[in-house]
Nanobody, 127 residues
């Protein structure tokens, strides 16, 4: 069983920055393919970004590419989402997710790929 705990959400003004973190349990975090998703009120959960085991390859949705950065520190069992140039439309609950079964890039953007999810952290961007 993998447990994920997000933190670092909050209220920020448009144009500002925020970094949220996700700490994972387990000794094999370095073999987890990790993803970030978000869900705004009344909308479906959507893919934000993902990162391979060693952090060498990252993937982003078009809506955040160039503004958000996914990184990880395997020694700390932690994955990060650095969010810059935030917009009001970035307001959502942000979730980290883990796939412990493989490092393939297939379907990294689909929620079904990920077996474990955190409880989410709220990010609110004011205009």
């Amino acid at each position: 069983q993998v447990q994920l705990v997000e933190s670092g959400g909050g209220l920020v003004q448009a144009g500002g920055s925020l970094r949220i973190s996700c700490v994972a349990s387990g000794r094999t975090f370095s073999s987890y393919f990790m993803g970030w998703f978000r869900q705004a009120p009344g909308k479906e959960r959507e893919f934000v970004g993902a990162i391979t085991w060693r952090g060498k390859i990252t993937y982003y949705s078009d809506s955040v590419k160039g503004r958000f950065t996914v990184s990880r520190d395997n020694a700390k069992n932690t994955v990060y989402l650095q969010m810059n140039s935030l917009k009001p439309e970035d307001t959502a609950v942000y979730y980290c997710a883990a796939d412990p079964t493989g490092n393939s890039a297939s379907y990294y953007y689909t929620a079904d790929r990920y077996a474990y999810w955190g409880q989410g952290t709220q990010v609110t961007v004011s205009s």
